[in-house]
């Protein structure tokens, strides 16, 4: 059953998963699937998490968005399309799929890899561009299946196309801003309020996930700095393999 000691611990997952290229979205289906009795509507105790991450993001860069320019807010705007169209147009399908474990085992493995890749590739010094922009959009709209970490996707994306690996790892966090919101918005217009999970439980894990989040950020800075993206990617892997195994 759902009650606020659960809710801490997918908090905590979602903080940790969600900014670290290793899928919050695949980890949140196995932790539900391992608490038992948990049912939410849709996926809006979900999406509650995410709103605790988003939360993170914006209080880690508030100062880097006051000062966001007309045309990174275009840049931004653009990337967004991708997964809004997806999220709004496949909403059942995508739903259904965060009850299946086969799927996030083989997006697990597949994430792993992107992982593996990021540290390969050089780090080089080009610019974010509306084509670029759109095509990390395009990433982030595949990572909405469960199991593809939104954070790795993206970043993959955005070294691939030349973007150093800070700036992309930078443009990946602020693009997760409107893509979070709208995923809170959509979920809320469907569900509405759920009257089966108290609220103590919501604002627990909306806690949780906003503090833990703000700390993997950091992380997520450091390791892609120094090289350690095969950590995550080993770890996904792995996980994905048991996943599939079990």
Known sequence: MMNPTSAAILGLVQGLTEFIPVSSSGHLVIAQNLIPGFSQPGILFDVVLHFGTLFAVLYYFWQRLLNLDKKYLIILAIGTVPAALVGYLFQSQLEKMFGDLSWVGVELIITGILNLLIDKLPSKNGIISI??????????????????????????????????????????????IPAIAGANLLQFMTHGADNSIGVASYIVGFAVSF??????????????QEGKFKIFGIYSILLGALVLVI
């Open 131 to 176: 084509k670029n922009s759109f095509l990390i959009g395009i990433s982030q709209a595949i990572a909405i299946i469960p199991g593809i970490s939104r954070s790795g996707a993206t970043i993959f994306t955005g070294v691939s196309l030349g973007i150093s690996k800070k700036e992309a790892a930078e443009f990946s966090f602020l693009l997760s």
């Open 211 to 224: 503090l833990v989040g703000f700390a993997s950020i950091k992380l997520v800075f450091k390791f892609l």
